[in-house]
T-cell receptor, first 113, second 114 residues
Framework: IAGITQAPTSQILAAGRRMTLRCTQD?????MYWYRQDLGLGLRLIHY???????GKGEVPDGYSVSRANTDDFPLTLASAVPSQTSVYFC????????????FGDGTRLSIL | GESVGLHLPTLSVQEGDNSIINCAYS??????FIWYKQESGKGPQFIID?????DKRQGQRVTVLLNKTVKHLSLQIAATQPGDSAVYFC?????????????FGAGTQVVVTP
């Protein structure tokens, strides 16, 4: 079934450790996104990519980095995890950027201790 | 982590009744709006979208209404079913820059009672 695959589904991580969340889509969408979802705050954009080879900062980029080496993959890296990064992380994609439906994966639940 | 005291507004609906979920958006320059449904433990699922050149759009059992004058968006679900229980949230494109990234609301919890 076409869609977005995120891995891992959940993770408990010690503060200070490095962690990469994986995201792969098989819909050949140009644009991809990373969001975090916290109770009462809704989805907040961390980083995005309009097309392979380009990335941009969203609303809450500090402490996170991304890369877009090809169309399908958009990994999110926490270089040195802190407890405030405990959240549910969603990857999404859309055919093009901007005013189009974004299709989401089922998320990674990350706890930083 | 979780913030104590923060919770989503809740709409309780009897099975078979119609549901109306409301959303106030913030940016008068927004020209694209979208509704998502999110079930527990799942990612957001696209329901329906609407552009600002329309004031109504219908899908299967759902209707989105857009009132640009008061910056209000609503989602109507006809004949609500138990499977409609979820968090629903709206998003606008905001036109932050030329790329127009989506901005999401916090959501409304819909609980369908028998």
């Amino acid at each position: 079934i076409a869609g977005i695959t995120q891995a891992p589904t959940s993770q408990i991580l010690a503060a200070g450790r490095r962690m990469t969340l994986r995201c792969t889509q098989d819909m050949r969408h140009n644009a991809m996104y990373w969001y975090r979802q916290d109770l009462g705050l809704g989805l907040r954009l961390i980083h995005y990519s309009n097309t392979a080879g380009t990335t941009g900062k969203g609303e809450v980029p500090d402490g996170y980095s991304v890369s877009r080496a090809n169309t399908d993959d958009f990994p999110l890296t926490l270089a040195s995890a802190v407890p405030s990064q405990t959240s549910v992380y969603f990857c999404a994609s859309s055919v093009q950027g901007g005013s189009q439906p974004q299709h989401f994966g089922d998320g990674t639940r990350l706890s930083i201790l | 982590g979780e913030s104590v005291g923060l919770h989503l507004p809740t709409l309780s609906v009897q099975e078979g009744d119609n549901s109306i979920i409301n959303c106030a958006y913030s940016n008068s320059a927004s020209d694209y709006f979208i509704w998502y449904k999110q079930e527990s433990g799942k990612g957001p699922q696209f329901i329906i979208d609407i552009r600002s050149n329309m004031d109504k759009r219908q899908g299967q059992r759902v209707t989105v209404l857009l009132n640009k004058t008061v910056k209000h968006l609503s989602l109507q679900i006809a004949a609500t079913q138990p499977g409609d229980s979820a968090v629903y949230f709206c998003a606008e494109n905001g036109i932050i820059d030329s790329w127009g990234k989506l901005q999401f609301g916090a959501g409304t919890q819909v609980v369908v009672t028998p």
